[in-house]
């Protein structure tokens, strides 16, 4: 009897173990394509956040690095641009319907449009509306749909096409509890941009 009784736990045991693994497969966050899911919706919900870094600019064998100081609030923001590009930087504080950009030298210009406002003050078509979303490592949802997407095996965006641009995600670091892209590298047919991060806060 006592000898019947330790087989079928032993039994039982084995069965669990072999359940386990499948259950864990099924339904661990670990899986990169669940991790992924679980990112775009939990970062298209980060409205508020703020993004210190460096970034390098090359277009027409001219060259450009500044600092950068990027803050969100539900649509408000404000892009500090520092340093040598554009002689001494600019600011850009914008809405959904409004964009003021305030250069150096305290000049004003205004329009409905970030990408036009660069594009029309400095020939620069950098695409901010798109880099809000980039800069968190999802893809934009208000343009075009992406061409290709890559997803590294901790469900993290490695790399998108989208907009006629060309986004590598080289690294990722942990600022508080979430990792966020560290280091872009990113290509288009008239530019391209190298953004290091150096810190990332979030606004409650």
């Not at 000898?3 to 259950?23: E, G, Q």
């Not at 990408?115 to 509306?129: G, H, K």
């Not at 934009?140 to 790399?159: A, C, F, M, V, W």
């Amino acid at each position: 009897m006592h000898k019947h009784k330790l087989s079928s736990i032993v039994l039982v045991v084995l069965f669990l173990s072999a359940c386990a693994p499948l259950y864990e497969k099924s339904y661990s966050a670990r899986d990169p394509s669940i991790g992924w899911q679980e990112r775009q919706a939990e970062f298209r919900q980060l409205t508020k956040w703020q993004m210190v870094g460096r970034v390098s600019i090359a277009q027409d064998k001219k060259a450009w690095n500044a600092g950068i100081n990027w803050h969100e609030n539900n649509g408000v923001y404000l892009i500090k641009m520092m340093g040598p590009f554009s002689q001494g930087g600019f600011h850009l504080d914008g809405t959904p319907d409004q964009v003021i950009l305030t250069l150096s030298d305290g000049k004003i210009v205004t329009s409905s449009s970030p990408q036009a406002l660069l594009t029309e003050t400095f020939n620069l078509n950098l695409p901010l509306s798109a880099l809000r979303s980039w800069l968190k490592g999802v893809p934009y949802q208000g343009g075009t749909p992406y061409k290709s997407i890559e997803i590294d095996n901790q469900g993290r965006l490695k790399y998108i096409e989208q907009q006629g641009w060309k986004i590598n995600y080289q690294q990722y670091k942990t600022y508080g509890q979430r990792q966020m892209p560290s280091k872009i590298f990113m290509s288009h047919p008239e530019l391209s941009m190298r953004l290091v991060v150096d810190n990332w806060k979030y606004v409650q």
